[in-house]
């Protein structure tokens, strides 16, 4: 415990002193090594000592970074081919005989931080399948190429200076490795929470994301529950939908009391009532009115922030219900959806129209589904925010 408090002590001093950083230190782009100077003033007065600043003269750009950060086609599949390409029998069985084997860690995860625990077991099975793959990439290097390149410097410089205070520490060495991106260790944790959110969970006076496994279960419980985790409360419930109800009501966002839901013909996947428990859910339909649909309460809003992508999200939430017991969810049988070239061209369509959706690459994101809905209930079609023939059709004929 006593480690963790000199985590949290050293991220508050460490947030205090980049807010009073000059702006112009958070220019990407440029010179690489005077970009790195700047890097390095930001970093000597939030603190960081000699072997921080040594770490990052040496640290050098990465082109395959670069590569991996523009090629991340995995989430132009749907939900249903992702998940069940992730939720795997290996992933299912190997939680569950860790769920078993560190079940006294756990049972204090969930009482210090309110995170049951196969919430915990589900992240820590996706990210690193229980760290057995945990990544080769120089962090350091990487954070500092995704740093000085211009697409998403926001996102990653602020994670250079506490990867350099936990090298500084000695919390990690310089050379560590992990994921492309910068994370680090068995579920993937961004420096910036290594430092704020670790968690002694065996007692060894370190916090070692990398080996120590009740480390990596109360560290990920923590970061959890900053994130805004309610306490015995649920994530997701799989449900039946009627063939037609007012779709233009569901969505993540729209939380509605459960009694709203089977006022409308919303079931149990058996088709049992639901049961009011008090609390208000959107309808998720990641696949449309016709796919696999879900009831997401607030705690699933805590799944997006550990991952942006609704697919990635929902497939954890899953996973997670799985391990507590859940069976498999139903496919259904949604309407054929895009394929990357139609689906680029309905962004584009959507994007003249005046909506925001990112960048056109071919992925349902969630600005994505959110202009389809608008333009389904224009169109006068049912307004689920899945993608069909149909509807890039109906645009096209409106043009």
Known sequence: MAMRLRLEILAALLLAATAATPAVAQQCGGDFEAWKQGVAAEARNAGVGTAGLEALEKATADKKVLARDRAQGVFTQTFVEFSNRMISAYRLKQGAANLKKYADVFARADQEFGVQPPIIAAFWALETDFGAVQGDFHTLNALVTLSHDCRRPQLFRPQITPLLTLIDRG?????????????????????????????DGDGDGLVDLRSSAPDVIMTTANKIMSRGWKRDQPWIEEVRVPDDMPWDQTGRTNRLPLTQWAQWGVTNPNGTPLVDNDLKAGLALPMGRKGPAFLVYDNFDVYLEWNQSFTYALTAANLAARLAGAPQFDPRNPEPGLNGDQMRALQTKLEAKGYDVGTVDGILGTNTREAIRKEQMRLGLPVDGWPTPELLAKLQVSE
Request: aromatic residues 6%; proline residues 7%.
């Open 171 to 199: 919390v990690v060495p310089a050379d560590v490795t992990g994921a492309w991106a910068g994370e680090i260790g068995q579920t993937q944790m961004l420096p910036s929470d290594y430092l704020g959110r670790g968690v």
